[in-house]
C-alpha cells in the first residue's frame, strides 16, 4: 500500500479525515479518504502500489472498459453514454477555433468512443489508455493504434489543438508531471478539456460514503472547484469556462442507491435516484456544484 503524506496541488502536510469509501464494484474493500486543510484537495490514502492497482481496473464489472450491456446500469450508461458523446464534440467544435487543425488527443481514451465519434466528423486522432483490458475493447471500436503511454505519445512531437480528459484526471498518479507534458503537447492555441466529478455537489453530500463519485481505489484524487483552479494556476493555465455535466447527477445518483441497497435497485430506488439527481441540479444552478465539471482550459 502506498500512504501520501504531501498535497500534489499545494504541497500542504496537513489533513483531516474525511470518510471512509467502499470500493462496490469489484474488491469490496474499504479506503479512507483525507483531506488537505489548505486547499481542499481530498486524497485516497493509503491506497494499492501502482504494480496492484491495474488488478481494481480489470474485471468487466468496472463500466467504463466495457462494450457490452449486460445489465441495467449498463444499459441506461451507453444510452446516455451516445447523447454525451455527441455533446462533448459539439463543446470541442463550438471551442476551438474554426482556423484551426483538427487534431485531437483523447487521454485515457477507455474503450475509444470518443474517438470514433471525433474520426467520424473528421477530426485527427490520437489515443492514450494505459489499461489493456480496454486498449483490447478498443480494437473493435477504432481501427487506430491505441498509445499504451505518455512516452508514446510524446516521441512523435506532436502538437494538439484540443486534448481531452475524460473523468481521467482523478485516476492519474502524477498530476503535476501529467499537466506539465500535456501542456507542452498543446498548440499555442489549442484547448484542454478536463472532466472530474465534484465532491461538493449536493449529491455528493446526500450520499456520503456510497456515492459512486469517490470510486475508490481507482479514484486517486477527488477534486473540487478551489483544488482544481490552484493546480491550474500552478502550470500557468487559464481557466476559460466551467461546463456542467448535468447527466452524471442522475447516474451517479442512481448507482449510489444501488451501493446504499446492496442489493440490485429497485422500481423505488430508482425514483429515488432520480428525485436526488434532480435535486442535486437544482440547487446547482447559483453555486454550480453539480455532480461533475469540465474545465475548459488553455495555456
Known amino acids: 500500500m502506498i500512504e501520501i503524506n504531501r498535497c500534489p496541488v499545494c504541497d500542504g502536510r ?9 470500493d462496490y464494484s469489484i474488491s469490496r474493500e474499504t479506503f479512507p479518504i483525507i483531506r488537505c486543510t489548505d486547499c481542499g484537495l481530498l486524497i485516497t490514502t493509503p491506497r494499492p502500489s501502482n504494480d496492484k492497482l491495474a488488478s481494481y481496473y480489470s474485471s468487466p464489472v468496472y463500466t467504463s472498459h466495457v462494450n457490452t450491456a449486460k445489465t441495467i446500469f449498463d444499459k441506461i450508461y451507453f444510452s446516455a453514454r451516445q447523447f454525451t458523446l455527441k455533446w462533448k464534440l459539439s463543446l470541442l467544435e463550438n471551442t476551438i477555433p474554426a482556423s484551426s487543425q483538427k487534431n485531437l488527443l483523447d487521454f485515457g481514451c477507455g474503450t475509444g468512443e470518443f474517438l470514433k465519434v471525433a474520426k467520424t466528423n473528421g477530426w485527427s486522432t490520437i489515443g492514450m489508455e494505459p489499461s489493456p483490458f480496454a486498449r483490447q475493447q478498443a480494437d473493435t471500436t477504432i481501427a487506430q493504434d491505441i498509445k499504451a503511454s505518455t512516452q508514446e505519445v510524446t516521441r512523435h512531437n506532436q502538437r494538439f489543438n484540443a486534448i481531452t480528459l475524460w473523468h481521467v484526471l482523478e485516476h492519474v498518479e502524477n498530476l503535476n508531471e501529467t499537466l506539465k507534458t500535456l501542456k507542452d503537447l498543446l498548440e499555442q492555441s489549442g484547448i484542454i478539456f478536463i472532466a472530474v466529478p465534484n465532491h461538493n455537489s449536493r449529491d455528493s453530500a446526500h450520499y456520503k460514503q456510497y456515492w459512486a463519485g469517490y470510486d475508490v481505489p481507482r479514484h486517486l484524487w477527488h477534486f473540487n472547484t478551489k483544488s482544481m483552479k490552484r493546480l491550474l494556476e500552478n502550470h500557468a493555465l487559464t481557466l476559460v469556462r466551467i461546463i456542467p455535466m448535468r447527466l452524471d447527477a442522475f447516474y451517479v445518483s442512481l448507482l449510489s442507491e444501488k451501493y446504499r441497497d446492496g442489493k440490485s435497485i429497485s422500481i ?7 428525485f436526488h439527481g434532480l435535486r442535486s441540479n437544482y440547487s446547482a444552478r447559483k453555486s454550480m456544484e453539480y455532480s461533475s465539471l469540465i474545465y475548459v482550459i488553455k495555456k
Open 268 to 274: 423505488v430506488g430508482m425514483i429515488k435516484a432520480f
Open 14 to 22: 496537513a489533513f483531516l479525515p474525511f470518510i471512509t469509501a467502499q
